[in-house]
């Protein structure tokens, strides 16, 4: 692995996410050996408005039972687990981050979904699978640690089949000026690789893709993101939340992306795309 790789591991490993995670579903009164998928929401679901953002996804996307999708960067795992009970699908995860792959794994067989779901610890840009053998592959908040971009999009074409879909929400590289730094994929510029949603939409294109459906989110993720920290500050951090995956400086990060996000510094994109013939 070269260094910029091992930085973005660095970014997300803790060495402590499963035992914080336990440590915080006790807390809140659940039973460890009766625990449903749903349960893990508030901290499977790494990206902006959460489960919200994946049930919107979801339906543009128009999923349906027995498709075979591939979460490229799927963290905790908390998408997939999702899409497959409420949609029937046959999911697969893949991670770069050793330690999110193991505590998806752990999520996993806590709710007793192990023969549904499978994960791979593996790079987006070299994904350990065959050409073709996905109709979905899904993607949310992963490319902004990538920079070849079109080396990303072109990795997911290989594994789609043709008129399959990849369908994203992504945060890319807003009107507003160089982003406030640490946020939750970077500390600083040196693994954050944001584009403007035009280039990647060029760069989309020349991967072998057709764009369907383009939705600017922005605003309503402001607005969403600016709820949240109120009820944060009035009631304080929920013992199940992002802040487990974020550190330290979990608030500073938070904050930043509201910031970002009121500031247009940042623009949030969902997007489903199809493979061409
Ligand atoms: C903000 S988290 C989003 C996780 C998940 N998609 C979600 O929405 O819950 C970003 C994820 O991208 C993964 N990632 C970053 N670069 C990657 C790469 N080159 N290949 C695979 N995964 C990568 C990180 O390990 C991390 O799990």
Known sequence: MNEATNRVIANYESGHILTSILTALLAMGKDLNHLV??????????????????????????LERGQRLLDVGCGLGGSVRYLCEEFGIIATGVDLTGEYIDT??????????????????????????EDEVFDVVWTEHVQMNIADKLAFYREMNRVLRPGGKLVFHDIFQGEGGDVH??????????????????????IITEAGF??????????????????????IKVSGPPPLGLHLLLGDEAKTKLGNVQRNLAENRIAVVQAVCVKLQ
């Open 37 to 62: 998928a749903t349960d893990l929401a508030p901290v499977d679901e790494f990206h902006i408005r959460g489960r919200e953002s994946t049930t919107e996804l979801a339906n543009l996307a128009k």
């Open 104 to 129: 998806a794994v752990a999520l996993t067989d806590l709710v007793g979904m192990q023969n549904q779901v499978s994960f791979w610890q593996a790079s987006a840009l070299e994904l350990p699978f």
């Open 181 to 202: 730094f640490p946020v939750p994929w970077a500390p600083g510029p040196e693994i954050s690789h944001l584009v403007t949603p035009e280039s990647v939409k060029t």
């Open 210 to 231: 057709e764009i369907l459906q383009w939705e600017d989110k922005t605003v309503y993720s402001n607005e969403w993101f600016l709820a949240m920290l109120a009820k």
